[in-house]
Every structure is written in C-alpha cells, then in structure tokens.
C-alpha cells in the first residue's frame, strides 16, 4: 500500500478548540491564496523525488471543501499525472458541513472520489457553540444525504466527545443521529485542550471547566456500545465502521506503511525516513516559486525508533500485531495486563476492555523492552 496525504491550510474562522496548521483569510492576509496553494501544490507533486502509483489518496486540513469542487479536482488530476492512482483507489477528502452543496458532492464523484468524511463533532447547538463550530446540529447530517444521493457508498462522520457543558444526554443523542444517518464509518475523538487555543485561555481563566479523565471514559463506553449495537465495528481505538467501511488511507499510517505528504506542513514517511514541509503557506509557495521542495526537516529513523512506531501504532488496531513483532522482555510484560492485552501464540492484541489504556500499556511494554 501507497497513501498520497495532501494538506490544504484554509478554514473560514478558527474553532476555539483547533491547533492544527491551518490559517483564517484574516490571519493571511495577501500573502497566500488558494490560488496561489494550487498552482504550488502542483509544483511539490511535479518535484517529488519519489512516485508511485497512489493506492490511496486523502485530501484532508483545514477545511479542503473551501476549495470547492473544482479545486479539488484539480488536485487529484495533478495527482493522477505525477504520481499515477491505481484502480480501485480510495480517495476521500474531508469537508466541514456548511462548506458542502448537492452539487458539491456529485461533482466530487464525478471527479474520482470515493470517500468523504464530514466534521460534525456534534449535534448538540449548545456543544457545537462553545467548540466554536459555525455548522447547525442538523447540516452534517442533510449533507450525508447529499453525498450519498450523489452516489457515495462510504461516508465518515467525526465526533468530538468531553466537551466543556456537554452531558451524556449530548452525547446519547448524537451517536443516535449519526447511526440514523446511516454512514459507515464513525471516528469519535475526546476533546484535548491544547495550550495556546482560545479554549485553553478559557479553561485557565475558569470560564469552562477542565475536562475530565473520568467523564471521557464514560462517554467513550456509551458511545460504543451503541455503534456496537448498531453493527459498527472497533477497528482501532477511535474508530468504528460497518463491514467493509474501514479507511484504508489511516490504516496505512497505523500499520506502518509508506505515504508521500504534500502542502504547507504536510509529513512523509518512506521506509526509515521521516521528513516534513514547511508551515506557512506563503513560504511553501515560494521556496516552490524558486523550484525547491519545501521540506523543513528530515529524520533517518533507527531500528528501535522504526520499532517504537510500530508497536505504537499497530497495538491501537483490533487486529494487533504478531508475536514476532516483540522481544521477549516486551512479551512478558504484555502478560502482566490480563484481560486488557492478549498474547497468543500468533498475535498481540488489546482488548475491549484495555482500548482507553493502550497508550499507557503500550509504552510499559515499550520501556521494558528497553531495559
């Protein structure tokens, strides 16, 4: 498997919540465009120093449906030309609800899209009000019967869950709406307050209580158990989907496969090699301007790093990893989480029960395989 990443730094306005790399017209000013990130875009793709053909494809951000539907095609046509896309690709882009039309999606599919995933976080109006989100409770879901009118088989919704003011009756009431909705794949993440957001401004001040370790737990398992109910299936900790619904593109980061990121602050990994863009659109656009890769810095990971990664990644997954996979220091210490983590024969797996414990299991098992 080969995955193409391209990232697209525009959104509207800033959630209080987001500190992605992605940037506000106001907070740009005339020194980038959409424009000019197309024409640039181009220019990265035409330059890479490796190609292959794309087995998967995702366009993702920032907001990459305020592209419109013609931007959008004209990345994966720019796609399609230096890099190639296999048959049977997967090819998703992300959009935000209120940036989405009927004729947005049919565009899309008739561009080569096979996937979208919409950023809904909640159907709550007072949830959506304090993560600063601009969608009505009740766009995401129109706009998943938008795309699958369109034709779209598979259609992801993101949830946000541990909200500041959002109750379990939020959340119930949510999770209803998107299995209602019928789309195949869900991802529902807990909020992390990250320094320097307008969100964490306000927790310190005492304007929003902190989150709570607690109340996410609660609200993980609630949310579970009716995907589980519903016929979604756990695939990785923060991932549900019906039978045949999985994101191909995220399994390939997860399983430690090779992908070629593109666009301001995009990442790569190819084998052992690690490297990354820079930042800011208007420096992306020139050091491309002057035919140069805007790569920022690159890594040459070790075995152990490379093993790291691996485990780190490849535990968060239902189906685990081999045995092989670990020393036998790392085994043994595996075998101390009964009933969180299982070690047969062939494979090493966390269970159901262990999901919100795998990060800190995982890197028990890490250090022990270390000492």
Known sequence: MFGVYIHVPFCSSRCGYCDFNTYTPGELGTSASPETYLDALEQELELAEFKRPADTIFIGGGTPSLLGAQGLRRILTAIRNTFGINPGAEITTESNPESTSPEFFAELRDAGFTRISLGMQSASAHVLQVLERRHTPGRAFAAVAEARAAGFAHINLDMIYGTPTETDADVQATVEQVIASGVDHVSAYSLIVEDGTRMARKVRRGELPAPD????????ALIDAALVAAGYR????????????????????????????????????????????????????????????????????????????????????????????????????????????????????????????????????LVMGES
């Open 213 to 220: 370790e607690d109340v996410y737990a609660d609200r993980y």
């Open 234 to 365: 756990w695939y990785e900790v923060s991932n549900w989907a019906q039978p045949g619904g999985e994101c191909r593109h995220n399994l390939g980061y997860w399983r430690d496969e090779d992908w070629w990121g593109a666009g301001p602050g995009a990442h790569s990994h190819l084998g052992d090699l690690r490297f990354y863009n820079v930042k800011h659109p208007a420096t992306y656009a020139q050091r491309l301007v002057s035919g140069v890769l805007p790569v920022a810095g690159v890594e040459k990971l070790t075995a152990a790093q490379r093993h790291e990664e691996r485990v780190m990644l490849g535990l968060r997954l239902r189906e685990g990893l081999p045995v092989t996979c670990f020393n036998d220091k790392e085994l043994a210490k595996a075998r101390e989480f009964p009933g969180l983590i299982d070690v047969s024969d062939q494979r090493v797996t966390v269970t159901e029960a262990g999901r919100l414990l795998a990060d800190g299991m995982i890197a028990d098992i």
